[in-house]
């Protein structure tokens, strides 16, 4: 068990040394004054603005951003919509057949919304064009609109007097131009070199042990997997995901995919306080993230390896589900990693994972996907929990509720609200839409309190656009494609909205000078209430439907 703590302390180490020079990267980058070396790459960023014309030229209000955020996404939609629907008459695509329209738009909204839930084995479904110029190419929007809302709201967080929040596009050309695109193409080269499968080709034959001529599936995957794993997608090229050998052949790539996962979230933490002008007040969400990450880690890893019982520490380490070459460590780590970002890829089936071992990732999502979180989405949704523990607080010291010098008014706390509770919400709702379905018995493989964690994670992973599962529910029935939509556009576009007209709101406001009264958002004092928001908000919602779950299957567990 140490050895798995060591091999956590030295992930967290180089995570967080590679992230703070990144994240002065980004913030220099989305400032629009990129560093040197990387101004090579501005030709490229001014023929995008030709390309899109008039529109990268002007500020933007919260109502013209939010505007053209929707615009990009519903023609993203309608786009990948119609590449699955005819694929089968595409280039490459004459072995597979086109989706059905419910699973055609549950994988165009899946992956429009940075979400990546899969009902579908992406080797046998999908050709090498749609895998390409669908997937692939959402994979690298959905990441840059959420780098691009999350500076536009710390525009408006430093900004005074002003209400203007920059330009939409702007934000996402160089949000792909200096920061994805880069990133993916160093990680893509590095996976191909360690094995990582890339290629034109679909697949060939091969001759199995038995004798039998059989087919091995093959395609472009490491340019998949670098972006999938560096935006917080998850989405895999194969069904098995990141526990296929092709995808993740060694533990070199598994450490650097685990690695890409939560790199840039944990580098935009470092862009805030550098973006703020106070690092202390980065400094505040890095330990909450490090603290709810390092508890989970622990928990998870502790459980997997005493097995069911490991409150009797009488159990044996639970191996199944797992990759025998990653082990509890690298597979409990990953199971942390992806569901405290917004990744949902996996390499170990969590639905083998012990109560306790599948709970706590499980929590990790219901808590809104704020530790660490999704590019761009889990930093603003922490914000929005630290505006909500600055106005409880302030309420209970009797104090101005105050952010960053500016004062916390009514409206702020509404979007802050709805920023917090529409995952929540979408979660409970959408627990409770697949549980009273009369079919759903025939959806599950497992039954008792296992059949409804199965229910209680697709749940989670959908109303937070996380997209991993643990495996035990079918997930392509049109029931669930279509709810499915549902929860992962909601999810997404509400929490945008309010976060954009929150910026708004925040940067039409006069900097007040700090006084006697004004309260610390950087002291240990207000790190342990905002844990305790976080907990709070988090273990009254979902407790109940937890203790149907992960917690009756412990106690019933033999």
Do not use: C
């Amino acid at each position: 068990m140490s050895s798995v703590v060591y091999q956590g302390l030295f992930f967290l180490a180089i995570l967080i040394i590679l992230a703070a020079p990144l994240g002065w990267y980004i913030k220099k980058v989305m400032q629009g004054t990129p560093p040197r070396g990387a101004r090579v790459l501005q030709p490229l960023e001014r023929f995008f603005y030709k390309i899109i014309g008039p529109l990268s030229q002007k500020e933007m209000t919260a109502g013209r951003y939010i505007l053209n955020v929707i615009l990009l996404s519903v023609f993203s939609l309608i786009l990948l919509i119609v590449i699955l629907m005819t694929q089968h008459w595409l280039p490459g695509g004459s072995e597979v057949k086109n989706l059905s329209l419910p699973l055609a738009l549950n994988t165009a909204v899946s992956f429009v919304t940075n979400t990546n839930w899969q009902a579908y084995a992406g080797e046998t479904t999908l050709s090498n064009t749609a895998q390409m110029f669908g997937l692939t190419v959402q994979n690298f929007v959905s990441a840059a609109v959420g780098i691009a809302v999350l500076s536009a709201f710390l525009r408006g967080l430093v900004q005074t007097k002003k209400r203007l929040l920059g330009n939409f596009w702007q934000d996402v050309t160089r949000s792909l131009v200096y920061i994805l695109l880069p990133l993916s193409l160093i990680l893509a080269l590095v996976l191909i070199s360690q094995g990582t499968v890339q290629t034109f080709q679909t697949g060939q034959t091969y001759q199995s042990l038995e004798g039998k001529n059989l087919w091995l599936y093959l395609g472009p995957v490491a340019s998949q997997v670098a972006i999938k794993q560096l935006g917080t997608n998850g989405g895999g090229f194969f069904g098995a995901n990141s526990a296929y050998p092709f995808e993740n052949p060694t533990l070199m790539t598994n450490f650097l995919e685990n690695l890409a996962i939560l790199l840039i979230p944990v580098a935009l933490i470092f862009t805030f306080g550098f973006w703020v002008k106070e690092w202390k007040q980065g400094r505040t969400i890095l330990i909450v993230s490090v603290f709810f990450v390092s508890l989970a880690f622990i928990g998870v890893a502790f459980s997997e390896y005493y097995g069911p019982q490991f409150a009797h520490v009488l159990g044996s380490t639970n191996l199944e589900g797992k990759e025998v070459r990653f082990g509890v460590g690298w597979s409990s780590l990953w199971a942390i990693g992806t569901t405290a970002a917004s990744n949902g890829s996996v390499n170990a089936m969590l639905d083998s994972f012990t109560p306790f071992g599948g709970a706590i990732p499980m929590f990790l999502m219901q808590l809104g996907e704020i530790i660490f979180g999704g590019v761009g989405s889990g930093l603003y949704g922490m914000l929005a929990f630290i505006l909500l523990a600055v106005f409880i607080a302030g309420l209970l010291v009797g104090r101005t509720p105050e952010y960053l010098g500016k004062k916390i008014d009514a409206f702020d706390i509404k979007m802050a609200s709805l920023v917090i509770l529409t995952p929540l919400m979408l979660t409970l709702f959408g627990t409770m839409a697949l549980v009273l379905h009369p079919e759903v018995l025939s959806w599950l493989t497992n039954r008792g309190p296992h059949a409804f964690s199965e229910l209680l994670y697709g749940a989670t992973s959908l109303g937070n656009n996380n997209g991993s599962a643990f495996g035990g529910l079918l997930a392509d029935t049109t029931y669930l494609n279509l709810i499915g939509s549902l929860m992962m556009w909601v999810s997404r576009f509400v929490p945008i909205v309010a976060i954009l007209l929150l910026a708004e709101n925040m940067g039409g406001k006069k900097r007040a000078a700090l006084s006697s009264g004004t309260l610390s958002t950087v002291s240990p004092t207000f790190v342990t209430m905002l844990i305790i928001v976080i907990l709070v908000i988090g273990a009254l919602s979902f407790l109940p439907a937890v203790a149907l779950g992960p917690i009756a299957e412990f106690f019933t567990f033999k």
